[in-house]
Nanobody
């Protein structure tokens, strides 16, 4: 059974940068589209970014477009989220997720995804 584990969260000032990592284990996720989601206190989990299994296609939420970049390393069975120009509204728990889709992008709905990590906290201070 596959597992995902996020790391790299922390406390950063407005305008700062963080890189989140998500390590897959127990199975290869090479045929899975992958995504990042986040959840702020009192709010629903929301889509942040996704990437196709081949890494040819990416999709971003409008709120992070131009500031965040998603990438993956098939050899390391890993997913990354490079976050720049961070804002206080980016604060939340960040989750990585995987959806079996051999081609194309996975969707933006959380319930489409088959695997989830436990999350990593990102806090942006003003």
């Amino acid at each position: 059974q596959g597992q995902l584990e996020e790391s790299g969260g922390g406390l950063v000032q407005t305008g700062g940068s963080l890189k989140l990592s998500c390590a897959g284990s127990g199975r290869t996720f090479s045929n899975y589209g992958m995504g990042w989601f986040r959840q702020a206190p009192g709010k629903e989990r929301e889509f942040v970014a996704s990437i196709s299994s081949t890494a040819l296609y990416t999709n971003y939420a409008g709120s992070v477009q131009g500031r965040f970049r998603i990438s993956r390393d098939a050899a390391k069975n890993s997913l990354y989220l490079h976050m720049n120009s961070l804002k206080p509204e980016d604060t939340g728990i960040y989750y990585c997720a995987a959806k079996y889709v051999r081609l194309g992008l996975p969707g933006e709905a959380p319930n489409e995804y088959n695997y989830w990590g436990q999350g990593t906290q990102v806090t942006v201070s003003s």
